[in-house]
């Protein structure tokens, strides 16, 4: 049971370059979530995913796309890559949720994104 | 507008002595509250939680209280040890159907110095 897992760890981009981050989650949860964390900051939620094949926006969508075609999977797309979304990228999930169901999000390692 | 407030930056605790985290929140909806931990280079984990309908959750060394009329919540650390030593996110919610977000303090970073 891996839990959380996310590809690359650490990745170097240019301006304008695109790329993909995969989450993968073995737990069959149905939510997933990507949130960014930058120095002294907490962390933000991108888009989240309640699932298979829909997705919401967050408190900071701009920018980035998301997908999620297998429920144990959630990708987060960059299409063009600005430094402002240089950062710390963290997925999660967590169970469903039922009445006043006790909702624990389970996080990832993250990905550290660097654009030049 | 930042809802969920963690007003001290960092925390500095003798090792056996106890270490208060503080937390503050503006949005009166929020009904569930979580405390979470956070190592250099890892993802934050889960630590403890509370209902709004509690006023205390205890789990081993780890106590949470709700003060919410105050919108105020603390976790307690009891004793501290220096693997304590981490960032300490806390986190809340608004349960009900179509309510999935966490809203994120900026942490604490907790050191325990032996």
């Known amino acids: 049971n891996a839990g959380v897992t996310q590809t690359p760890k650490f990745r170097v981009l240019k301006t304008g370059q695109s790329m993909t981050l995969l989450c993968a989650q073995d737990m069959n949860h149905e939510y997933m979530y990507w949130y960014r964390q930058d120095p002294g900051m907490g962390l933000r939620l991108i888009h989240y995913?309640?699932?298979?094949?829909?997705?919401a926006k967050g408190e900071v969508p701009d920018g980035y796309n998301v997908s999620r075609l297998k429920k144990q999977n959630f990708l987060l797309g960059l299409e063009s890559a600005a430094p402002s979304q240089t950062s710390v990228y963290f997925c999660?999930?967590?169970?469903?949720?039922?009445?006043?169901?006790?909702?624990?999000?389970?996080f990832g390692p993250g990905t550290r994104l660097l654009v030049l | 507008d930042q809802q969920v407030k963690q007003n001290s930056p960092s925390l500095s605790v003798q090792e056996g002595r106890i270490s208060i985290l503080n937390c503050d929140y503006t949005n009166s909806m929020f009904d569930y509250f979580l405390w979470y931990k956070k190592y250099p280079a890892e993802g934050p984990t889960f630590l403890i939680s509370?209902?709004?309908?509690?006023d205390k959750n205890e789990d081993g060394r780890f106590t949470v209280f709700l003060n919410k009329s105050a919108k105020h919540l603390s976790l307690h650390i009891v004793p501290s040890q220096p693997g304590d030593s981490a960032v300490y996110f806390c986190?809340?919610?608004?349960?009900?159907?179509?309510?999935?977000?966490?809203?994120f303090g900026k942490g604490t970073k907790l050191s325990v110095i032996p």
């Open positions: 995913s309640v699932g298979e094949g829909t997705t």
């Open positions: 986190a809340a919610r608004v349960t009900g159907a179509g309510s999935y977000q966490l809203t």
């Open positions: 509370i209902s709004s309908i509690k």
């Open positions: 999660a999930s967590s169970y469903s949720l039922s009445g006043r169901g006790q909702e624990t999000q389970y």
